[in-house]
Each structure stands twice: as C-alpha cells, then as structure tokens.
C-alpha cells in the first residue's frame, strides 16, 4: 500500500513535466489536494480507502466553510484529474467520475469603454517619470495584444521581435503565441529600451544587463515587475482617470477583446490572439454585444 504522499509527488510532476501547467496553477492544484488530504485523514481513511461519499463530504464541508461554487466547481476538477491520473497509473478506481459540478453563475468580465481607455492613457501620458513611462509602455502593450498580466510581467526583452513586428507570448503551459503589435507600440518599446530600461535596473561587478523587459531591483537583484506591483499601478490610475467600475488588471484584456469586437474580429482569430484553449472560453465576449449587434440589426437589415 502507498502512502498518501507517493501518490501527491507522483501526481506533482505529471502536472509540471506532462500537463505543463503554470506555476499559479500549480499552487491551486497542490492547494487543493492539500486540502482533500487533511480532510480525509480526519476522516480516518485515505486516497486509497476513501469513497465517492467522502468526496462529497469534503464539498459538503467546502461548502459550510464558505467556498463559493467557482472554487468548489475548481475543487471538483482537481480532484476528478487527481483520481483520473492515480486510476491510468496505479490501478485505484476513478472515484472522481461520480462528482457532478455545481452550476455556476456566468458573470460578464468588467471592461472598459474605449472612452475610458482614452482617459486612463491621458493620465498615464501625465507622468514623465522613469517609472511613469514604464507603466504607460506596460499599459500600451497590454492593451494592443490583449496578453495575460502574468505574460506581461514575465516578458523578456528577446520576445520581441522588432523585424516583423510581432512579440513571443508563453502562456498557459508554456505554451507559445506570436502576437502582433502596432507601429506605435513598437517605436515606443524602442524608445523604452534605448532610454530608460537601464535606469531601472540594479548593476554590479556581474551583471550589468537584464533580460526581463519590466524589472524592479529587489534585494540587490534584478527581478520582473510582480503583478501585485502593476495592480497597484493600475488602481492608482483608475483613480485618478475617475472612473468608478471595479477594475482588475485583466479588465484591459476584456476591453481588448470587446473592442474588436466591435470591430469586426472573427471570433476564431480573436482565441487564438487571447490565447485561449476552448472557442467557449472566448464566446462571453459575444454576450456583452447583444445591444451593439441589435442596433447593426436595426440599421443594416433590408427588412428592419
């Protein structure tokens, strides 16, 4: 009989070396076996012993402890790749396959308005400082290829691609995108590099470069920029641009893609540039233009 742990080690790294999946993923997933484990041992039983009715009396208890019904609907997915993956590699039945997922509420992501954009970049435009210009190209950049806040902060300097004018993205999975990026953007990334990129970086005896594009000095080492960094960055500009939704620093991505939508983009070509896995992923965005392709309708249609 193998220990509860053996299984976890096991299940670790077929998470990092087969499903690649991304260091925060990592931690849910760990988080959440985390979890089920010392739930299970207060029920005195283990992976190996325990039934389908001990999972659900975890989810029970998830559930009375507060878990919304996203994060138990994410508990439930763990814990069905959990006992998939011990039953094709140790033989232990797939108790996960009883496990029903809660319905969940679909929320439409928080954007903004291309007027609003206009005014968070006329604040952003305000500060001429080394720090201040590296917030506008994070926010330009951002914004121009709708890429993940975890994609951005991590970005390095050899992702871009100046002669074709496109940026290498790694995503979920590391898994790889070429993304286009503007004229404008490109020559403000040139300027970033030439002026201001060195002023932000610590420099000894070693290390007189820095392969991050976003880095910050910490501890007398050059680090990328931490999304808790550029989220403080984000609400301050928020603020000060007066608008009063509840943004997050992924609601630039959600803009993005409402935008071109707007546009004219085919769905299609708009997952692949977001990087999404599953055309269903993308197909919230649709929702949010039922006004908008009402009154296309209402203008365009011969019989209207």
């Not at 994060?71 to 006992?83: C, D």
């Not at 709708?146 to 590391?174: A, P």
């Not at 301050?236 to 004219?264: C, D, E, F």
């Amino acid at each position: 009989m193998r220990v509860d742990s053996d299984y976890l080690t096991n299940f670790e790294m077929f998470l990092l070396s087969e499903k690649r999946v991304s260091k925060n993923t990592f931690s849910a997933y760990k988080k959440d076996i985390e979890q089920l484990l010392e739930f299970l041992k207060s029920a005195k039983t283990n992976l190996e012993s325990c039934t389908k009715n001990h999972l659900k009396d975890f989810l029970r208890f998830m559930r009375k402890a507060g878990s919304t019904a996203k994060t138990v609907s994410r508990k439930i997915s763990t814990i069905k790749l959990l006992f998939k993956f011990l039953h094709e590699n140790f033989d232990l039945e797939d108790k996960g396959v009883h496990l029903i997922f809660p319905k969940l509420e679909q929320k439409l992501p928080v954007y903004l308005t291309e007027e609003e954009i206009e005014s968070l970049f006329n604040v952003v435009n305000e500060d001429n400082t080394y720090r201040g210009i590296r917030n506008k190209v994070m926010l330009s950049l951002m914004y121009a290829t709708g890429m993940r806040v975890s994609e951005l902060v991590n970005m390095r300097i050899d992702q871009i691609e100046f002669e074709t004018g496109f940026v290498k993205v790694y995503g979920k999975g590391s898994k790889e995108r070429m993304i286009p990026v503007p004229e404008s953007i490109l020559d403000l990334l040139k300027y970033y590099l030439e002026n201001i990129h060195e002023k932000l970086i610590y420099k000894n005896v070693e290390e007189t470069s820095c392969k991050y594009l976003f880095p910050i000095s910490y501890k007398n080492q050059n680090k990328p920029i931490s999304r808790q960094i550029f989220w403080g960055v984000i609400k301050n500009l928020i603020s000060k641009s007066g608008i009063k939704k509840n943004i997050s620093p992924h609601s630039l991505r959600h803009s993005l893609a409402t935008h071109l939508l707007r546009k004219g983009a085919n769905i299609r070509l708009l997952q692949e540039l977001l990087g999404h896995e599953n055309l269903t992923t993308i197909q919230v965005y649709t929702h949010l233009e039922d006004s908008h392709l009402r009154n296309i309708y209402d203008k365009k249609h011969p019989r209207s």
